[in-house]
């Protein structure tokens, strides 16, 4: 199994510019993750999606931030416009959902934004 | 990745000696637990885990200890390796909403050769 992938790896923008994360997640799971992580303020869980249905996007910051899933094995975070303050690593987690199922992480995608 | 704030808690072991990390957690009804191994530039990596109808598990060099009576957990690493120098955290899981993982802020492990 790949794991989750996340693309791309590194990104660097300019501020007010859009930017696109995606994520796939570990076939056969049904939970996705979008996560930020930061110096500051650690992992902070942005949203959720079952069964690509946003469950729950009470992390997410602003409405500068918007997350999809069109289908199982896919899904994307947008910023726009991106600001400085949205630098961050940003996460892709997938599980089945069960009530405290592992979530898997992928690798990352560290956001510059100048 | 760093975890919260400019201080990461930090423990220096020596190469072959075992070692111990500490986490308190919040959530009296929080019935699962995970550690995390998150290496510089990577994501988190699942370790281990323990569910609350236990009190210890083992894993191979990895052994995580649950008491629930004073809401604290440890993860031991046996006959440390440098390959274990890494960001170590604890998660939670949140009953009323079943789905989401609540992280400690981690603790950094050092190996000294």
């Known amino acids: 199994d790949a794991g989750v992938i996340q693309s791309p790896r590194h990104e660097v923008t300019e501020m007010g510019q859009e930017v696109t994360l995606r994520c796939k997640p570990i076939?056969?799971?049904?939970?996705l993750f979008w996560y930020r992580q930061t110096m500051m303020r650690g992992l902070e869980l942005l949203i959720y999606?079952?069964?690509?249905?946003?469950?729950?996007d009470s992390g997410m910051p602003e409405d500068r931030f918007s997350a999809k899933m069109p289908n199982a094995s896919f899904s994307t975070l947008k910023i726009q416009p991106s600001e400085p303050r949205d630098s961050a690593v940003y996460f892709c987690?997938?599980?089945?959902?069960?009530?405290?199922?592992?979530?898997?992480f992928g690798p990352g995608t560290r956001l510059t934004v100048l | 990745g760093e975890s919260v704030g400019l201080h990461l808690p930090t423990l220096s072991v020596q190469e072959g000696d075992n070692s111990i990390i500490n986490c308190a957690y919040s959530?009296?009804?929080?019935?699962?637990f995970i550690w995390y191994k998150q290496e510089s530039g990577k994501g988190p990596q699942f370790i281990i885990d323990?569910?609350?109808?236990?009190d210890k598990r083992q894993g191979q060099r990895v052994t995580v200890l649950l008491n629930k009576t004073v809401k604290h957990l440890s993860l031991q690493i046996a006959a440390t390796q440098p390959g274990d120098s890494a960001v170590y955290f604890c998660?939670?899981?949140?009953?009323?909403?079943?789905?989401?993982?609540?992280f400690g802020s981690g603790t950094r492990l050092l190996v000294r050769p």
């Open positions: 987690a997938s599980s089945f959902f069960k009530p405290g199922d592992t979530q898997y």
């Open positions: 998660a939670e899981n949140d009953r009323d909403s079943s789905y989401k993982l609540i």
């Open positions: 999606f079952n069964n690509n249905v946003p469950i729950d």
């Open positions: 076939s056969g799971h049904n939970s």
């Open positions: 323990i569910r609350s109808n236990m």
């Open positions: 959530n009296s009804a929080s019935d699962y």
